[in-house]
């Protein structure tokens, strides 16, 4: 069976919290800093997001066959970006980042 693997970089900012993931918009498990999770998926079209508190990254649409697929996921909090907190929490979809890995 194919699977689903997502791996979620080590952040400052959120680093104690996990994330939600959601697979076709059930929560199907958490994900800790630092972390990678697989999940088996059956073949077909689903989509992933991934959630902190309030904040959702966007829906991702993909397409499981025969092949593994691979997401990334990460903080959109660091560096300078950390000063524009307070700003963040007005868009709450830019403060997690989903990447096809």
């Given at each position: 069976?194919?699977?689903?693997?997502?791996?979620?970089?080590?952040?400052?900012?959120?680093?104690?919290?996990?994330?939600?993931?959601?697979?076709?918009?059930?929560?199907?498990?958490?994900?800790?800093?630092g972390?990678?999770?697989?999940?088996?998926?059956?073949?077909?079209e689903?989509?992933?997001?991934?959630?902190?508190?309030?904040?959702?990254?966007?829906?991702?649409?993909?397409?499981?066959?025969?092949?593994?697929?691979?997401?990334?996921v990460?903080?959109?909090?660091?560096?300078?970006?950390?000063?524009?907190?307070?700003?963040?929490?007005?868009?709450?979809?830019?403060?997690?980042?989903?990447?096809?890995?």
């Open positions: 069976m194919p699977q689903l693997t997502l791996t979620r970089d080590s952040g400052l900012t959120d680093r104690r919290e996990n994330y939600q993931v959601l697979i076709n918009d059930k929560v199907v498990n958490t994900i800790a800093d972390q990678s999770l697989s999940l088996v998926l059956e073949p077909g689903h989509t992933l997001q991934v959630a902190l508190r309030n904040a959702k990254t966007k829906r991702i649409a993909f397409t499981v066959e025969q092949h593994d697929v691979a997401f990334s990460r903080s959109n909090l660091r560096g300078w970006k950390i000063l524009l907190a307070g700003i963040f929490t007005l868009l709450p979809s830019q403060c997690i980042v989903l990447e096809k890995a």
